[in-house]
C-alpha cells in the first residue's frame, strides 16, 4: 500500500496506493481520501502526527511551523509525496495514457515537440517534468510552452527550467517508472 524511501540525507519520496488506501477508509469522496491519504503518507515519511498540512492561496501544499518543502501529487489510484530539507520542491505522478496526444500542442514548445515525436512515454514524462517544476514556482502565472523548459533526455536524468520575467532556474528531475506511471520529481535547483 505504501512505499517510502530516502532520495538523499535530505529527499524522501512516498507513494501510495490510493486504492488500498480506500478499502481501509470507507465513504469517504475521493477528494477526502485524497486528503487522508496525504496526511497518512507524510506521517509515516516524517514519523510524526505533530504537523500541520496547510495550503497556500494558490493551492501550493507546505507544512505549518516546519521547515521541510513538500510537493504532494495524485492521478487515479497513486498519491505521491516528495519531502525537501533544504529546497524547494516538485513532484508530479502521471498514469501513462494516451490522452496526452490530443493535448500536447496545449504545453510543448517547438523543440520539445521534435524530441518527443509523438512517444507517449516521453510526452508524459515532459508533461510531469513540467508540472513538477510549476509546483517549485507555486504561483499560477505560469505558460507551460512560454515559461517551462525541458531537454532532450534518454534516461532518469532531466534537466527543466522556469523563465518568466526576473525568474530564471534551472533544476535536475530525476523520473522514475511507477507500476503503470511516470514519476517525475525535482531533485535540486543547479
Known amino acids: 500500500m505504501i512505499n517510502t524511501r530516502n532520495i538523499s540525507p535530505f529527499i524522501a519520496v512516498g507513494i501510495l496506493n490510493l486504492n488500498e488506501f480506500a478499502s481501509e477508509h470507507a465513504n469517504m469522496s475521493k477528494r477526502e481520501l485524497e486528503k487522508a491519504g496525504s496526511k497518512f503518507l507524510l506521517t509515516q515519511m516524517l514519523k510524526t502526527e505533530a504537523f500541520e498540512l ?29 519531502i525537501n530539507q533544504k529546497e524547494n520542491t516538485g513532484i508530479d505522478i502521471e498514469l501513462i495514457r494516451d490522452k496526452v496526444l490530443k493535448i ?67 533544476y535536475q528531475l530525476v523520473c522514475e517508472n ?7 520529481y525535482v531533485l535540486n535547483e543547479i
Do not use: C
Open 54 to 82: 496547510n495550503y497556500t492561496a494558490e493551492k501550493k501544499p507546505f507544512l505549518n511551523a516546519r521547515t521541510e518543502h513538500i510537493s504532494i501529487s495524485h492521478s487515479h489510484d497513486k498519491l505521491a509525496v516528495i
Open 104 to 170: 500536447q500542442h496545449k504545453f510543448l514548445n517547438q523543440n520539445e515537440i521534435n524530441f518527443t515525436k509523438n512517444n507517449i512515454e516521453k510526452l508524459i514524462t515532459v508533461w510531469a517534468a513540467k508540472e513538477a517544476m510549476y509546483k517549485v514556482y507555486g504561483l499560477k502565472e505560469l505558460d507551460f510552452k512560454r515559461n517551462l523548459f525541458v531537454e532532450e533526455f534518454d534516461g532518469a536524468v532531466i534537466f527543466g527550467k522556469i523563465d518568466i520575467g526576473s525568474f530564471k532556474k534551472s
Open 178 to 184: 511507477v507500476d503503470d506511471y511516470k514519476m517525475v
